[in-house]
């Protein structure tokens, strides 16, 4: 197929190279059709700062899911603060987040891991879906140690579902790189980090980890077992 010989050509151009230089390329492969989510994870932090700093062309977006930690935007303000640049917020459709809330209540993700499916797909999934339509390369932050599904994802792959290329630049990435970066370049990260949270996402769904915790087990920490995604990157 088509798709996949393009994909290889598109892996063979970044192969080697430095993420600046990644980002450059995929930019003049996909012009104005390349786009960056980020969290205001530490992971995130610093492909944010690569974008900023060189003044690449690749929209920034991030979604607000309404249920986010002070601490979030707290790094959100203080990053648009830094870099003098905007980033772009999409937020869930309103109707859908409030018949849910009316017909189940606000914690109705506690109950089953359906009703926690649903308003991740409400509230993540499908802004999610909505910012990357028309985009040709979305660039992510996550990392392979931050999960058994995570690891089987390559540096760079064909989305089918949402016809566009996924760039993982920090695939290869420990979190003591990711650490070392932000604290050498000076980036604002979330203060949640130095608190035992390694990955942060609605406040009711995240807490920290204990040490010898698997990287994902403070997220939707009431479940057992089981791939721990909100269904963005499920492959």
């Not at 059709?33 to 492909?47: A, C, L, R």
């Amino acid at each position: 197929m088509k798709k996949d010989q393009d994909l290889n050509e598109i892996s063979g151009m970044i192969r080697g190279r430095t993420i600046l230089e990644s980002m450059q390329k995929l930019v003049s492969l996909f012009p104005h059709k390349t786009v960056f989510t980020t969290s205001f994870g530490i992971e995130d932090q610093v492909i944010t700062h690569l974008i900023f700093e060189n003044n690449l062309p690749i929209k920034v977006i991030t979604l607000d899911t309404g249920r986010l930690f002070t601490e979030t935007y707290k790094v959100f303000n203080e990053t648009i603060k830094k870099y003098q640049k905007k980033i772009k917020v999409y937020f869930p459709d309103h109707e859908a987040v409030e018949k849910m809330v009316t017909d189940k209540g606000p914690f109705s993700f506690y109950y089953s891991k359906e009703n926690r499916l649903e308003c991740c797909r409400l509230r993540k999934v499908v802004p999610l879906n909505r910012a990357l339509a028309g985009m040709k390369c979305w660039v992510s932050g996550i990392r392979a140690e931050q999960s058994d599904n995570r690891r089987r994802m390559e540096l760079i792959e064909y989305d089918d579902d949402r016809k566009l290329y996924r760039f993982h630049p920090l695939i290869d990435w420990s979190y003591e790189d990711v650490k070392k970066f932000v604290i050498q370049n000076n980036v604002p990260y979330n203060i949640l980090h130095d608190k035992g949270f390694v990955s942060i996402g609605c406040e009711p769904c995240t807490r920290a980890v204990n040490p010898g915790e698997d990287f994902r087990a403070g997220r939707w920490w009431w479940e057992n077992g089981g791939e721990k995604e909100c269904g963005c990157h499920i492959k």
